[in-house]
């Protein structure tokens, strides 16, 4: 059984740092593409930033570069995602999700997490 597991989300002031995690079980954790999703309250669900099976090729949307910064670690089978210089805007529920395929893991992953909040006050 395949699991996807967020934490690291919180309440953080705009301008403030937050690191989120996903632990992954269940699967062949170094075959997968990983990606990051949030979905703020009334919005659809966007993906933030993916990353391929090794780590070498990454992307990210327009409205969290050069603030966010994805990473893996295969040994540990953990994803991460560092937020800096946080915003209002990004408040948002935050999910991590894999894929076999890197340009799917954007699109249709097969596999979701339960989501992590994170809240960014002004």
């Known amino acids: 059984q395949v699991q996807l597991v967020e934490s690291g989300g919180g309440l953080v002031q705009a301008g403030g740092s937050l690191r989120l995690s996903c632990a992954a079980s269940g699967l062949a954790f170094s075959n997968y593409a990983m990606g990051w999703f949030r979905q703020a309250p009334g919005k659809e669900r966007e993906p933030v930033a993916q990353?391929?099976?090794?780590?070498?090729?990454?992307f990210y949307a327009n409205s969290v570069k050069g603030r966010f910064t994805i990473s893996r670690d295969n040994a540990k089978n953990t994803l991460s995602l560092q937020m800096n210089s946080l915003k209002p805007e990004d408040t948002a529920v935050y999910y991590c999700?894999?894929?076999?395929?890197?340009?799917?893991?954007?699109?249709?992953?097969?596999?979701w997490g339960q989501g992590t909040q994170v809240t960014v006050s002004s």
């Open positions: 990353i391929s099976w090794g780590g070498t090729r990454t």
């Open positions: 999700a894999a894929d076999l395929s890197y340009t799917q893991v954007v699109a249709t992953p097969d596999y």
